[in-house]
């Protein structure tokens, strides 16, 4: 099958800044807590007219900038999220109206919580594999804040807004992204409910749930992606982890052996952002050069669903 590489990307965040002493003035917390439970100082809210379909829109408009890929040689475009601005149209639908993408291609929003932008990168992998067109575009992003609940201090002080967005190439001859996904049904630790329910639609969490799930479920992926591809934690050029708790990565990292360089944590300047964490790393990255071309980049991810995912993503 063809493999997927990525050409070109880009992130955008909202304009508001909230800190851990403004979260203290809302609910019983300190910033000495958040910062060492969570590894979180910041986080980005949306400001007065600032949207969801606006933050993507600028996060797509750089990746396709970034690309040099002009709008009409996109063959497909996904948007992993929780919180579009709009269940219909789709983020993806408003995406393709605004960038002017093709009408002929498939565009889509894809849930799979903070797993979904590797969810998205594999679809993207299947779809255009079968396309005229070779190139895609894949985005992460959310809106997080509207569907905090303020009377939950175990919650409301982990998450922002943002988008990422990459787009990717599929060639014949590049090697398969090999991800590897997965999920348990599980319908009380992470939830957000939805039409079928009088609830409001309020993220709950039962953190220390997640947080075990979560270093189990980390290096599960990363050993099934290193057997997969037949790689080595050497030959891996960099490691991106979603963005949920520093001490979740910090447990990685020692467990691997890691060297520093080799890994980055945003997680102080925009909590976690869901599907947006990934690409929102990935975006710096690419921005700083600590990635680029020819890099070999161990994606891993994990979140509500229970979900998670791995992937080996290559720039080209
Ligand atoms: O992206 C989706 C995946 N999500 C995750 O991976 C999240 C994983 N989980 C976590 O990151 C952590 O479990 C949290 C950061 C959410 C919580 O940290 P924790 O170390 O598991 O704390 P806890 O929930 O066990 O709470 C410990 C104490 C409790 O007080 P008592 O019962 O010991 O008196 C909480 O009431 O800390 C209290 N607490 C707080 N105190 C100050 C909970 N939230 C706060 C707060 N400020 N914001």
Redesign the pocket.
């Known amino acids: 099958m063809n493999g997927i590489k990525i050409v070109g990307t880009g992130y955008a965040a909202p304009s508001k800044i909230v800190t851990n002493d403004d979260l203290a003035k809302i609910?019983?917390?300190?910033d000495e807590?958040?910062t060492s439970?969570?590894g979180i100082s910041r986080r980005r809210h949306m400001a007065e007219g600032e949207t969801f379909t606006s933050i993507t829109v600028q996060a797509a408009r750089k990746a396709l900038e970034s690309s040099g890929i002009p709008a009409d040689s996109i063959g497909a475009c996904i948007v992993a999220t929780l919180t579009p601005d709009t269940l219909v149209p789709s983020a993806a639908c408003l995406l393709q109206r605004e960038l002017g993408l093709p009408m002929d291609i498939p565009c889509f929003d894809l849930n799979a919580?903070?797993t979904g932008f590797l969810y998205a990168l594999h679809t993207m992998e299947c779809l255009l594999a079968v396309s005229e067109r070779k190139y895609g575009l894949v985005i992460g992003a959310e809106n997080l804040s509207r569907i905090i609940n303020w009377e939950d201090?175990?919650?409301?002080?982990?998450f922002g807004d943002g988008a990422g967005a990459a787009v990717v190439e599929s060639r014949a001859e590049w090697n398969s992204i090999s991800a590897v996904l997965g999920c348990h049904g599980d319908g009380q630790i992470?939830r957000v409910p939805g039409v079928e329910t009088a609830e409001r639609s309020l993220i709950s969490?039962e953190?220390?749930k997640?947080?075990k799930f979560?270093v189990e479920a980390v290096p599960y992926c990363m050993d099934q992606v290193l057997e997969k591809t037949g790689l080595t934690i050497d030959d891996v050029d960099f490691f991106v982890f979603?963005q949920?708790?520093a001490?979740?990565i910090d447990l990685v990292v020692r467990k691997y052996h890691i060297p520093q360089e080799k890994y980055y944590k945003n997680i102080a300047e925009y909590g976690?952002t869901?599907a947006a964490?990934i690409p929102l790393v990935i975006g710096e990255l690419h921005e700083m050069g600590k990635v680029g071309h020819g890099s070999r980049v161990l994606v891993v991810g994990?979140?509500?669903g229970l979900t998670w995912g791995g992937a080996l993503v290559e720039f080209a």
């Open positions: 609910v019983e917390t300190n807590w958040i439970r969570t919580a903070c201090r175990g919650t409301c002080i982990l992470l969490m953190g220390t997640v947080f979560a979603h949920a708790n001490r979740i976690n869901s964490s994990f979140g509500g």
